[in-house]
């Protein structure tokens, strides 16, 4: 790998561990502050309204200076969001800046490695941060709960170091030339540009399967975590730290299911996996039947490798499509755009759900239910375009 390479994966996985650490101790905060049970699915979404808002601009702004110190100054935002909940900002408000922050890292995480590494090392490149980002999702809710247990605020001011941590490391990635600069900065062009992006994915018939169900997947997989977590608690009798161990069960099960899909998937044929989305909603409401946890262990994790092995190589085919279309960076903006549409719609259909007090049986039926019936749409509308 190339200098500067290593750096920049530390970096990330300090940023990523940190990310998913936060969530946690801000959701062991609003429990200390006695706040409504329905206030820990919002946390979310205030998280992800900034990648919605900021998604025609992020991808500019991570092209017009070097993407290192865009990285830096993204994780310099994501603590400023922590020390806003440590002076006593309302979480809700504090996590949004750091979804703030977060938006504005994530084009150049990505689009870095284009600019730093050779053709034939991104392959390798994109294992090695997938591989931290996967670690990072596993080890992170455990990292969050754990820290937060007796004190969120000790939880959190750790988390900041993290943060810092991170924005050291990202100081010290090499500057590298810059290689897409907008044509225009002014907030017509921006905008108008984004919407040519954002249509002509969707119009696409590859690009239009794939976006679908990338963000079916990541609205049902924030949505996920939550469930886990109520259920967790009425079913099994969990604390949050202990559902904490199931969540990253889940992600386990992700990994493996990447892997296989990795190995026997072909991208000219990734298409053919969106059945294991229809028995992932499945095994979702099965759920409903589960009182053991060890039991509950290994569906989590089955549930996981069905929805790795059904993402990864959908999430290939868009990024194939996007690149071949639209370039990387816009592609990777309209991606994120979308996924957190379905992660801010799902999340507020769950926030509702609890707000109304439904019974957990019930909502992890609704959610079983929405998941088959939209993959089984997604599945059929594709076929009938590939027909005409």
Known sequence: MVKGFYTLLIAQFLSAIADNALLFAAIALLAKLNAPSWHEPLLREFFVISYIILAPFVGPFADALPKGRVMFLSNGLKF?????????????????MVGVGAAAYSPAKYGILTEMLPSSLLIKANAWMEGTTVTA?????VLGSTLSANNPYTGIAFIMVLYLMAAGFNYYIPKVPIDHKVEQKNLQFLLKDFWHAF???WKDPQGQVSLAVTTLFWGAGATLQFVVLQWADVRLGFSQQQATYLIAILAVGIAAGSIIASRYVELENAVKVLPAGIYMGILVISMMLIHSPVLAGILLFVIGVLSGYFLVPLNSLLQHRGHHLL????????????????????????????????DINTIVAIFGVFIIVSMSLITILYRKQIQR
């Open 80 to 96: 400023i969001g922590c020390l806003m909940a440590l002076v006593g900002v309302p979480p809700l408000y504090a996590y949004a």
């Open 199 to 201: 249509v002509t994915l």
């Open 327 to 358: 370039g990387a960076g816009h592609s990777i903006a309209v991606q994120n755009f979308n996924e957190n549409i379905g992660i801010l719609l799902l999340l507020g259909a769950y926030t509702w759900m609890v707000g109304a007090k439904l």
């Open 137 to 141: 999702i596993i080890l992170g809710p």
